[in-house]
Nanobody, 122 residues
Framework: QVQLVESGGGTVQAGGSLRLSCAAS????????MGWFRQAPGNERDFIARINKSGGNTYYADSVKGRFAISRDNAKNTVYLQMNNLKPEDTAVYYCAAANRLSDYAPRYDYWGQGTQVTVSS
């Protein structure tokens, strides 16, 4: 059983940056593919980015491509999401998740964190 804990959320002005972290415990986090998702009030949980087990393969949703960067440090069992040039429409609860199979489809993820709020003011 893997536990995931996100941190790094907060409130930032438009154009600003935040870095989210997702720490894995209770298992070997490096054996999982990892993803970031977000959910705004009244919306579904949307895929943002994913990274494979080694960190050599990444993929992004069009809405964040060029602004966000996913990375991982397997020695620390931690995945990061660097978010630059933030926009008000990026406001949401951000979740990290772990999956055995590389995917951008939320139901294929086996473990989820509790989420961290990101608010971008205009």
């Amino acid at each position: 059983q893997v536990q995931l804990v996100e941190s790094g959320g907060g409130t930032v002005q438009a154009g600003g940056s935040l870095r989210l972290s997702c720490a894995a415990s209770g298992g070997t986090g490096s054996i999982y593919n990892m993803g970031w998702f977000r959910q705004a009030p009244g919306n579904e949980r949307d895929f943002i980015a994913r990274i494979n087990k080694s960190g050599g393969n990444t993929y992004y949703a069009d809405s964040v491509k060029g602004r966000f960067a996913i990375s991982r440090d397997n020695a620390k069992n931690t995945v990061y999401l660097q978010m630059n040039n933030l926009k008000p429409e990026d406001t949401a609860v951000y979740y990290c998740a772990a999956a055995n199979r590389l995917s951008d489809y939320a139901p294929r993820y086996d473990y989820w964190g509790q989420g961290t709020q990101v608010t971008v003011s205009s």
